[in-house]
T-cell receptor, first 113, second 114 residues
Framework: GNSVTQMEGPVTLSEEAFLTINCTYT??????LFWYVQYPGEGLQLLLK?????DKGSNKGFEATYRKETTSFHLEKGSVQVSDSAVYFC????????????FGDGTTLTVKP | DTAVSQTPKYLVTQMGNDKSIKCEQN?????MYWYKQDSKKFLKIMFS???????INETVPNRFSPKSPDKAHLNLHINSLELGDSAVYFC?????????????FGEGSRLTVL
């Protein structure tokens, strides 16, 4: 079946530091890949997505590239802010299994001023 | 106008009680879901409905019963609550089952069982 493995947290960075959160996946077919963000006390919201190999998703300074050869979708940001403190989830969604999304375990990011 | 709204936001109750959580989406989506998030933030899908029809039913105790009166609403009823049911329950929707679209989440309902 499908699975998503993402970097364990928690991750603590200083403001303006570079961020990478690793995500690798196992899936049949050609899934779409997503990063969701959950701010404290809120639901998850889509941060970015990529629907095919070599696509790059980007939003709010975050980027991730769909790498089929390494089955990866690592999240990066060049300079994090305190407001980026949140839990980040990598996820995939395929055309099989009723389109069920598979989520990673989440990575908690804390950015200190 | 909230896209996916769920009520109540907080529920505190005693073991053995029965409780319900309601969810509504105004996005015109065909598919709705219930997810459970535990204290370590792990997300687990519980149920999915496509146009009022149950399409995903993960290994969830029979005490949990979803109901979808129409495609814009999905409710979750829990009987005989147990301590382990304490969690945040998220409702979500997506455009169409079997496609690879994004999920839209509600703000969550935090259930505490004492």
């Amino acid at each position: 079946g499908n699975s998503v493995t993402q970097m364990e947290g928690p991750v603590t960075l200083s403001e303006e530091a570079f961020l990478t959160i690793n995500c690798t996946y196992t899936a049949t077919g050609y899934p779409s890949l997503f990063w969701y963000v959950q701010y404290p006390g809120e639901g998850l919201q889509l941060l970015l997505k990529a629907t095919k190999a070599d696509d790059k998703g980007s939003n709010k300074g975050f980027e991730a590239t769909y790498r089929k050869e390494t089955t990866s979708f690592h999240l990066e940001k060049g300079s994090v802010q305190v407001s980026d403190s949140a839990v980040y989830f990598c996820a995939l969604s395929g055309n099989t299994n009723a389109g069920k999304s598979t989520f990673g375990d989440g990575t908690t990011l804390t950015v200190k001023p | 106008d909230t896209a996916v709204s769920q009520t109540p936001k907080y529920l505190v109750t005693q073991m053995g009680n029965d409780k319900s959580i309601k969810c509504e989406q105004n996005l015109g989506h065909d598919t709705m879901y219930w997810y459970k998030q535990d204290s370590k933030k792990f997300l687990k899908i519980m149920f999915s409905y496509n146009n009022k029809e149950l399409i995903i039913n993960e290994t969830v105790p029979n005490r949990f019963s979803p109901k979808s009166p129409d495609k814009a609403h999905l409710n979750l009823h829990i009987n005989s609550l147990e301590l382990g049911d304490s969690a945040v329950y998220f409702c979500a929707s997506s455009q169409k089952a079997g496609t690879t679209g994004e999920l839209f989440f509600g703000e969550g309902s935090r259930l505490t069982v004492l």
